[in-house]
């Protein structure tokens, strides 16, 4: 499913039915800026935000990066860049290292911001990805968490990939290794 379908498909769908203030059941209406679940009872407007997720991106000193296989959902089976959500309340350089370390073991320091994209993937979930370029300081490679494999790969020999958004990072990442090679 393209993500034009998928955006539309997530603007049609009902992801909340009651009010968490009073258990009434919303209704969508209008609220100026468009339909919304309100509240008839108490009036309570319930904005629906995307999640954010983190990812970090650690390239070997061979310039491979390290992917993980994914062990859940539906795109178990396939590769992704680490990646997972921030917590409520985390800072979003915190959570990359943490969701880092929680699937892959290691510890990484962030060097950079790579790139912030919407994602739209899943028709009922839709995110705000983060990208991280990191590096390694420590600790020992090993899947965890929603992982059953990580490993490295050749920039331009990957494994099929679970979003198409790490394909445009891994594409970003060429582009910037290329202008340093041909900075130096």
């Known amino acids: 499913m393209e993500a034009k379908e998928i955006k539309k498909k997530i603007k049609n769908t009902q992801r909340v039915f009651f009010c968490p203030m009073c258990g009434t059941k919303f ?5 100026g ?4 679940p309100i509240c ?13 997720g983190v990812a970090a991106v650690v390239l070997d000193e061979n310039n491979r990066i390290l992917l993980g296989l994914r062990n859940r959902g539906r795109k178990s089976g396939l590769w992704c860049i680490p990646c997972g959500y921030v917590d409520y309340e985390e800072d ?3 959570a990359v290292v943490r969701e880092f370390k929680e699937e892959t073991n290691l510890d990484v320091e962030v060097e950079r911001l ?3 994209h919407s994602n739209f993937f899943y028709p009922d979930k839709h995110s705000v990805g983060i990208w991280f370029l990191a590096r390694r300081i420590g600790g020992e490679l090993q899947a965890k968490d929603d992982l059953d494999d990580v490993g490295y790969f050749p920039l331009n020999d990957l494994p099929d990939m679970a979003f198409e958004n790490d394909l445009k990072i891994i594409e970003k990442i060429k582009s910037l290794l290329k202008d340093a090679d041909a900075g130096a």
Do not use: F, G, M, T
Not at 27 to 31: E, G
């Open 33 to 36: 800026e468009k339909e919304r």
């Open 40 to 52: 008839d009872h108490c009036q309570y407007i319930h904005y629906e935000n995307p999640a954010v």
């Open 92 to 94: 979003i350089y915190d």
């Open 114 to 116: 790579l790139d912030v």
């Open 27 to 31: 209704s969508y209406r209008h609220d």
